[in-house]
């Protein structure tokens, strides 16, 4: 009888006719069941999955919908309407009643959920058939509408990832690159970053393979009977060199018009709102994106996507997530949005608000442009070191003027924050070296993140003012120039002084290309003395430390290139435990002992950080005990360490 439902179901809303009046013509539910058994999740109640294919029209005339490169190309249908479709998943309440009236989009990460393993602390999300794909409940408690669409054309097929089949550009040809850097030394390459395009001839002369010492290092070419191409994967003679980055570029046809991914997650959400037959119906709707789907947003909000092809607002809210000043490569001819876009994705405008380029004499900013100045969002954006030191993502620039040498005061619709002493992703913890010289940064800014949900949702729907923002200022000293940082001198420690930011990326729709390769101003949090960052906020660890927590770490000498930076890595470097040990090392920083007393008036002095921080409403009050177990968990690994090196 259930499978009988089920199938009924499934019926009925694939048999569904277009839409009239929504870009969304056809959704195709092939699932539908309740999750956790059905047990409720506080005010939300139960919850059930639906799980599908959504179908768009678009109108490529629209003025809403010309902003995407090539749409012009693409095939049309008899209406004269351009079509797509994408990988759709909707997780809600199973009684409408019983939800906030929130849709909250997950921008998918290369296919891949976030805000479930993020927000709620769980598990990574496969199908969501185990409790601990839902781990607290946090978002379902709070009645959200928890929605993932596909947007990137390029993400493999494969049960679990969301993925969006877009036309092609017919009649288009031309070259499309990437760049690797080999961990190890390997016969060939599997290049992830151009799996969405098939060479026209793999074995054409005008392929190209080069090689450079670092992303700002002048590029050699390989000769081309050296190397053989097979689809995306390429073999050389003597094998790849672990450190050295490699770019491969080859000619393609009819190129995927991969810009349409943005309309994609601009319908699906203008569906929920203005739909009344929609699967299922949400007052407002706010979006998350995660480091690539942070850049993602930043870019869907720069081309003026937040307006539908009816003049109506999208989104009522979005968190770009470390994303730094960069934004995503995705609405171009040959564009590679799976990359992790190290140096190659921030152009000009940096920020929000309109200021004047020196270089190219342009004056705009990223929303106060004739494409984004209506309808805008409530915006957060939040950042680790990483993003201020590494990667050519620059977040300083969201909030300096374009050449770096003044603060900007934010719109009144933004709020900026540093998690302090954070690295792009928080490491595992007890920390373990990986990749890079030092071990890897645990310091768990999502606590932040989940307390910065909830006063996102108040600022929206009870119109209750955020907390301020948080992040370094050049005007207080708390944001300084890579050579002006006054990190203590540690033994077997280095760090990036003399680090480069790289140039501007190209951005065909400001004059001289945006100023295409000038070079981008690096401006980085300033340290106290033990090395941690200043400005921000400073969760527990930073504020009563027992470490250094530093947004880079250099690439270890097994992988090669160990005088440039890991991407996405921080550092972890514990005070030593005692003042023996520390002037034995030649360590500055103080030792454990020199600082606290006991464990007992550490964790008190934890304990007191974090209620200011709830106060404050940068952590939620029933997270503060999750911080002090953690504090009590370090102080012991520590104190273990001590009674080794004792014994």
Do not use: C
């Amino acid at each position: 009888m259930a499978r009988r439902r089920l199938i009924a179901t499934v019926a009925v809303f694939t048999l569904l006719p277009a839409l009239a009046g929504a870009e969304v013509a056809r959704v195709e539910i092939t699932t539908r069941r309740d999750v956790a058994g059905g047990r409720p999740f506080g005010a939300g109640g139960a919850y059930e999955l639906i799980v599908g294919r959504v179908l768009f029209v678009v109108d490529p005339a629209n003025p809403r919908n010309r902003v995407v490169t090539d749409i012009e190309k693409a095939p049309r249908n008899a209406a004269g309407l351009v079509e797509l479709s994408a990988d759709l998943s909707i997780l809600k309440p199973k009684e409408t009643g019983r939800g906030n009236g929130v849709a909250l989009i997950d921008v998918v990460n290369r296919g891949r959920r976030t805000i479930l393993a993020s927000f709620n602390r769980a598990a990574p999300s496969a199908d969501l058939s185990t409790d601990a794909e839902l781990g607290d409940g946090l978002l379902l408690a709070q009645g959200y509408t928890l929605v993932w669409v596909g947007w990137e054309f390029d993400v493999p097929r494969r049960d679990g990832l969301f993925r969006i089949d877009v036309p092609s550009a017919t009649g288009t040809a031309g070259v499309v690159r990437a760049y690797f850097t080999p961990d190890a030394r390997r016969p060939d390459a599997t290049v992830g970053d151009l799996s969405g395009y098939k060479p026209g001839n793999p074995a054409a002369a005008d392929n190209a393979l080069t090689v450079r010492d670092g992303m700002q290092g002048a590029p050699a070419t390989i000769a081309r009977e050296k190397w053989q191409l097979a689809g995306n994967v390429v073999t050389l003679e003597g094998g790849f060199e672990p450190g050295r980055t490699y770019d491969l570029a080859y000619t393609v046809s009819n190129p995927p018009v991969s810009g349409l991914g943005f309309v994609a997650v601009r319908d699906t959400a203008s569906w929920l709102k203005y739909v009344p037959d929609a699967v299922t119906s949400a007052r407002y709707a706010y979006a998350f994106g995660s480091s690539q789907s942070g850049r993602f947003l930043r870019d869907y909000l720069y081309h003026g996507f937040n307006t539908d092809e009816r003049n109506r607002q999208v989104f009522d809210a979005v968190m770009a997530h470390i994303a730094g000043a960069a934004r995503t490569d995705l609405n171009k001819r040959f564009a590679t949005p799976t990359g992790l876009a190290q140096f190659t994705a921030t152009s000009f405008p940096f920020t929000d608000g309109k200021y004047r380029d020196q270089v190219t004499g342009a004056e705009e900013g990223a929303l106060d442009n004739p494409r984004a100045r209506d309808h805008q969002p409530k915006i957060f954006y939040t950042n680790t070191g990483v993003e201020y030191w590494g990667g050519g993502r620059v977040a300083a620039l969201i909030h300096t003027t374009p050449d770096g040498s003044k603060d900007v005061t934010l719109p009144d619709n933004e709020r900026a924050y540093l998690l302090t002493g954070s690295q792009h992703g928080p490491a595992r913890f007890p920390p373990a070296v990986t990749n890079g010289q030092q071990k890897d940064n645990p310091n768990d800014y999502w606590l932040t993140m989940r307390a910065l949900l909830v006063a996102m949702d108040k600022w929206v729907r009870d119109r209750v003012a955020p907390p301020a923002s948080r992040y370094p200022r050049l005007q207080d000293g708390t944001l300084v120039r890579a050579a002006d940082v006054a990190f203590p001198s540690m033994p077997a420690v280095r760090w990036p002084r003399s680090a480069s930011a790289g140039g501007r990326a190209a951005n065909r729709l400001i004059a001289q290309d945006g100023g295409s390769g000038t070079p981008l101003p690096l401006l980085v949090p300033q340290v106290d003395q033990d090395g941690n960052e200043r400005a921000g906020i400073r969760l527990p660890d930073i504020a009563v430390p027992l470490a250094t927590y530093t947004g880079w770490n250099f690439r270890k000498p097994g992988i090669g290139a160990p005088d440039q930076l890991f991407p996405l890595l921080g550092s972890y470097v514990p005070f030593a435990s005692t003042k023996a040990d520390s002037d034995q090392t030649h360590d500055p920083r103080a030792a454990i002992d020199e600082r606290y007393q006991s464990r007992q008036q550490y964790l008190g002095l934890v304990q007191e950080a974090g209620a200011a921080l709830v106060k404050d409403r940068y952590l939620l009050a029933d997270d503060l005990a999750a911080i002090v177990k953690r504090a009590g968990e370090h102080w012991d690994l520590l104190a273990t360490r001590r009674s080794t090196a004792t014994r």
